[in-house]
């Protein structure tokens, strides 16, 4: 398991776990946390399991044939959620966000845990399989909030498809909110000031 931690202050209040999109790595989100310069954040960067056939890495395995599969990148996920646990962090300090093929995956893993987290970012996403979506949906996940972050201009993922992610979770009892900006494929500097007011309104200051 490759993963990289970064961190903002020496007692961070929140984490963002960020996962890259595909062929990427656990070097590819530091840019945008670097670029957002949050506070008080704890960033992890974990690293696809699945080899890309380009290069680079994958958080599914399989093809539309035989279906995509996402086993050891759950797997990964709930080894580093339940690491933030163990290090004093609650469900409510915790953030996931992805670009391209990771949106697509912070949103599967989501809906599928026993419990709700702060929020979830997923930056020109979709949703592979909508019946199993919505079929593997739990009760304990639909309090998590969720911001879906979209480039109008995006030719590699078009914009509809958060537009039927945005309707999906809507209809699934999720809080979904949907923001359409002018941009390509890529994670826009002007989601910046939309994330951090997602993650600031999310955020419960702690009581000492």
Known sequence: MTVQYQQTSSAP?????????????????????????????????????????????????????????????????DKLVQEQFENGFAANDLFLLGFSQGASLVLEYMVRQRFSMAGV????????????FVRETTPESKNSRVLLIHGEKDQVIY??????AHKLL??????????????????PL?????????INLATVPRLN
């Not at 506070?39 to 994958?58: E, K």
């Not at 914009?159 to 039927?164: D, F, L, V, W």
């Open 159 to 164: 914009p509809s498809a958060s537009e039927k």
């Open 13 to 77: 209040s929140r984490v963002i776990v960020a996962l890259h999109g595909w062929t990427g790595n656990a070097d590819s989100m530091q840019p945008v946390a670097k670029t957002f310069g949050f506070s008080d954040t704890l960033w992890i960067f974990p690293q696809a399991p699945y080899s890309a056939s380009p290069g680079g890495f994958s958080w599914y395995d399989g093809d539309k044939i035989s279906g995509w599969k996402h086993t050891a990148s759950f797997s990964l996920l």
């Open 190 to 198: 002007k989601a910046k000031s939309l994330i951090e007011s997602f």
């Open 121 to 132: 970012i997923a930056i020109a996403g979709f949703i592979h399989d909508k019946k199993r």
């Open 170 to 187: 809507h209809e699934s009892g999720y809080q979904s909110e949907l923001q359409i900006l002018q941009s390509s494929h890529k994670v």
